[in-house]
């Protein structure tokens, strides 16, 4: 069973920067993908960063270019840096995961971790 572990949210002034990492355990393989979600209060839940099974990053338009990611142990841990923080980034930050090749294509993971806040002041 593959657990997902997240840690590095908290609270930061707009400007600012916070490291996000999410431990996988359970699995290890070339074929895992994992991504980063988000989801504010009355929102839908939001894909941050996807990475397929190729390896390759997807991310989403509001954050493309004040985030970067990186991989390790194997590729089982994903962290993400993000820069120049906004109000609107505020919301829980969900590590997702899966080993299915077909559910890492089309985004629909099977397992997903507790989530850490990150809340951006103004």
């Known amino acids: 069973q593959v657990q997902l572990v997240e840690s590095g949210g908290g609270s930061v002034q707009a400007g600012g920067s916070l490291r996000l990492s999410c431990a996988a355990s359970?699995?290890?393989?070339?074929?895992?993908?994992m991504g980063w979600f988000r989801q504010a209060p009355g929102k839908e839940r939001e894909g941050v960063v996807v990475?397929?099974?190729?390896?390759?990053?997807t991310y989403a338009d509001t954050v493309k270019s004040r985030i970067t990611n990186s991989r390790d142990n194997g590729q089982n841990n994903l962290h993400i840096l993000m820069n120049s923080l906004k109000s609107e980034d505020t919301a829980m930050y969900y590590c997702?995961?899966?080993?299915?090749?077909?559910?890492?294509?089309?985004?629909?993971?099977?397992?997903w971790g507790q989530g850490t806040q990150v809340t951006v002041s103004s």
């Open positions: 359970g699995y290890s393989g070339e074929d895992f993908c």
């Open positions: 990475i397929n099974s190729y390896g390759d990053s």
């Open positions: 997702a995961a899966d080993y299915n090749f077909v559910r890492c294509q089309n985004h629909r993971y099977n397992f």
